[in-house]
């Protein structure tokens, strides 16, 4: 974990504004279970150890990081892993798809299923279904989050990180903005980024927190989850053009195209200092491309 590190963004309109912006490169984690991921496996994979587990079993869509993260690091931890995949058509997709091309290669074993089984994904009955097919498993929910998750998330912000005004990062599940919360000072900000429509995210949130300061900016998610639109693949290609600093498009390029979109509208006073999470994700980049490439719509520079 030697390679995480607070990195300044140079960009120009932060000098225009006077704003410092500055990112906790948590992708640099490690180069396969991206960002947050790795932080709130963390604690799941000692629990399940300890318990005496021998299979993680968790659940995603086609281009999940989780799946990715939670493949590779179940091999890293001497697991099996099973993956509960959205999306039945996916089964004979898997070789022309590099998330689950990868998850495969670690030994992830597959069980696709429909959209509608998909829903009941947290319901007892076909959770015993499970249980039945691939024995006794450790189970960790859909993008990962639940307690011990949060607590991992805890350790994202260090004492040094108490100089800044404001703590921006991308909300998928909520858990990676709850750690936050819950181990941000008491005189910072928290603003969490949804990738996702819907307002039930607050909820989840308040299920793991107890303090006030943070706030949800819900205008950024261009559309929904993993959907895109060509002046956000745009702002990443200029971002990293910039910074150096590669964005994801599902979750780091949404909070940051948000952020600086409020910079430019002087929503933050001169002076002000910013830090955001980035937490990773990158590995979703070569999906999106192919996406793009068949829509024949601007591609993101790797
Ligand atoms: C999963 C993920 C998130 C969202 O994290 P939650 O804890 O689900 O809110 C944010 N960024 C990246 C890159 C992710 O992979």
Partial sequence: MISIHNEKALLSI?????????????????????????RKLKYNL?????????TILTFGGAYSNHIAATAYAAK????????????????????????????????????FVSRTAYRNKNIPEFQAELSAKYGKCYLVPEGGTNQLAVKGCEEILTEE?????????????????????????PNQKVLGFPALKGDFLKNEILK??????????????????????????????EFKRETKIPLDPV??????????????????????????????GLQGIAGMNQRLKQKKLPLIDV
């Fill in 46 to 54: 000692s629990e399940a150890k300890n318990k005496g587990y021998n």
């Fill in 208 to 237: 793991f927190v107890h303090k006030e300061n943070w706030s949800l900016v819900a205008d950024y998610h261009f559309g929904g989850y993993a959907k895109v639109k060509p002046e956000l693949i745009e702002f990443i290609n």
């Fill in 161 to 185: 990180d108490a100089e800044f005004d404001y703590i921006g990062v991308s909300v998928g599940t909520g858990g990676t903005i709850s750690g936050i919360i819950n181990s941000a000072s």
């Fill in 76 to 111: 890293e931890y001497g697991f099996k892993s099973v993956g509960v995949i959205r999306g039945e058509e996916l089964e004979k997709e898997v070789p022309d798809n590099p998330t689950l091309s990868f998850a495969k290669d670690c030994g992830m074993h597959f069980d």
């Fill in 251 to 280: 979750y780091t390029g949404k909070m940051l195209y948000g952020l600086v979109d409020m910079i430019k509208n002087d929503k933050f006073e001169p002076n002000t200092k910013i830090l955001v999470i980035h937490t990773g």
């Fill in 14 to 38: 932060c000098r225009e504004k006077d704003i410092e912006l500055v990112v906790k490169r948590e992708d640099l984690i490690h180069p396969f279970i991206s960002g947050n991921k790795y």
